[in-house]
T-cell receptor
Framework: GAVVSQHPSRVICKSGTSVKIECRSL??????MFWYRQFPKQSLMLMAT?????????EQGVEKDKFLINHASLTLSTLTVTSAHPEDSSFYIC?????????????FGSGTRLTVV | AQSVTQPDIHITVSEGASLELRCNYS??????LFWYVQSPGQGLQLLLK??????LVQGIKGFEAEFKRSQSSFNLRKPSVHWSDAAEYFC???????????FGAGTTVTVRA
């Protein structure tokens, strides 16, 4: 149980375009989802926390207008990187939390490698 | 504020040898502690976690970790590593009343034949 699917696993886009990344909880209802960014050979940095049906809470230094997060249902959250630039290239990982989750809410997706060219 | 320190950036170990990865945390109360493993290009897999109770925690893949409050540590161990254990390992801490995890910088484990 507690599976989180993240799609796509890899995406290459042109500079100036927008890219949407999906994070789905497959077998539980995710009341909260977290989006992380990971630079090569570095740790995970929390970008934002989203609760179903409400606005996401962004961490300091994260541009909310560039990284749009939507959590419209209990099983889906999306991260849209708007007007992407090469510096947005990174590995993005989501995690999801349910009301009853033996992992204490930290079931991670498999990540999305974004390359902006 | 909570924080996690993993002092070792890279560890090389021979297959069959023992492995210990260090993790020190800073947090005002008793934290929730986690160890995750990440293979290249993949997400994170939970190895084990500590919330309360027995300070020696058993996890998957033969890993264990010991919570030592006096040392603010949560070191990960494995008695005999396998080549498949080569990966990036992250220690993380989270407060009991919130779900924001703070991750250490990670330790890369290389296993030599």
């Amino acid at each position: 149980g507690a599976v989180v699917s993240q799609h796509p696993s890899r995406v290459i886009c042109k500079s100036g375009t927008s890219v949407k990344i999906e994070c789905r909880s497959l077998d539980f209802q995710a009341t909260t989802m977290f989006w992380y960014r990971q630079f090569p050979k570095q740790s995970l940095m929390l970008m934002a926390t989203s609760n179903e049906g409400s606005k996401a809470t962004y961490e300091q230094g994260v541009e909310k207008d560039k990284f749009l997060i939507n959590h419209a249902s209990l099983t889906l959250s999306t991260l849209t990187v708007t007007s992407a630039h090469p510096e947005d290239s990174s590995f993005y990982i989501c995690s999801a939390r349910g009301q009853v989750d033996p992992n204490y809410g930290y079931t991670f997706g498999s990540g999305t490698r974004l390359t902006v060219v | 504020a909570q924080s996690v320190t993993q002092p070792d950036i890279h560890i090389t170990v021979s297959e069959g040898a023992s492995l210990e990865l260090r993790c020190n945390y800073s947090y005002g109360a008793t934290p929730y502690l986690f160890w995750y493993v990440q293979s290249p290009g993949q997400g994170l897999q939970l190895l084990l976690k500590y919330f309360s109770g027995d300070t020696l925690v058993q996890g998957i893949k033969g890993f264990e970790a010991e919570f030592k409050r006096s040392q603010s540590s949560f070191n990960l161990r494995k008695p005999s590593v396998h080549w498949s254990d080569a990966a990036e390992y992250f220690c993380a801490v989270g407060p009991s009343n919130d779900y924001k995890l703070s991750f250490g910088a990670g330790t890369t484990v290389t296993v030599r034949a």
